[in-house]
């Protein structure tokens, strides 16, 4: 009997990883899956030091336990795992991420990334993890969830993503179109009228038949932002997170102030919103 690969979270003893671990107990539950906690000792940093190796795996273990005691503090039902690994960090939760539904990391906390910046392990990972990521700031609980649907092949997956989300913690949805943009400056402008007519429609079913599906559900759409950036400049402190394709971060930066652009992404931090990506390939 097949047994149901875990969510997995990268610990590392701040408490942005323990703000991850508490986020994704949901994520566990609505699966039907265990949540599973790791932490990674980097070897490079002991050598053959045999003093510092107990002292990391010391660290290690305090850290974790102290991500089990606030995930148990929660009182949910979920099944916890813990995890010690030897690796670098970022190396250690890439492999992690072949085996897992999705993979939550703190935004900030594994290299002390003061304000405005994201730890690089999590950058990192975002760009590179084989399934969803979530890089998960402080809590922003009761804002709206929002899903950027920009027209390419993950779009459809990232609003079926935002509707699960939204509906799994009780939030609005907002639905923020960017493909305009993007189509002109890639496609001749006729080719660029075409593909976004037929992403129109495409949106526009998809809209009335979740409209229709989840009744209880707050949906709007927003077509009057011409960025995820500048949606969230102009209504600071509203959303909690923010739900885009994987493709986001493999295709070339569409310039400053993009979600995608590392600065950008610090702000989110500091405005206490998370990220979640997916793709076409895996489904949450």
Known sequence: MSIAPPVIVGIDGSQPAVDAAIWAVEEALNR???LRLI??????????????SAR????????????YTAVEATEQPVEIELEVVQNKPIAALIAASQNTPLLCVGASGFTQAGRGSIGS?????????????????????GRR?????????SASTALQTGVDEARLRDAP??????????HRELYEQKIAEERNRLAQSQLDRRMTRYRKRYRE?????????????DYLAANPQTVQLIVVGAERFCA??????DVIDPSALGALVDAGCSLLTCDRQQRL
């Open 56 to 67: 990391a795996l010391a660290t290690a273990e305090l850290a974790i336990r102290q991500a």
């Open 173 to 182: 949805l907002s639905v923020l179109t960017t493909w305009q943009r993007r």
């Open 39 to 52: 932490y990674a000792v980097d070897p490079d940093d002991n050598g053959v030091d045999h003093e510092n």
């Open 217 to 229: 559900l707050d949906l709007e759409l927003i077509t009057d932002h011409s960025s995820t950036a």
């Open 252 to 257: 070339r930066s569409e310039g400053a102030g």
């Open 145 to 153: 969830i929002l899903v950027e649907f920009d027209g390419r092949p």
């Open 32 to 34: 039907g899956v265990p």
């Open 121 to 141: 392990v999590a950058s990192a990972v975002v760009r590179s993890a084989h399934c969803p990521v979530a890089v998960v700031a402080t809590p922003g609980k």
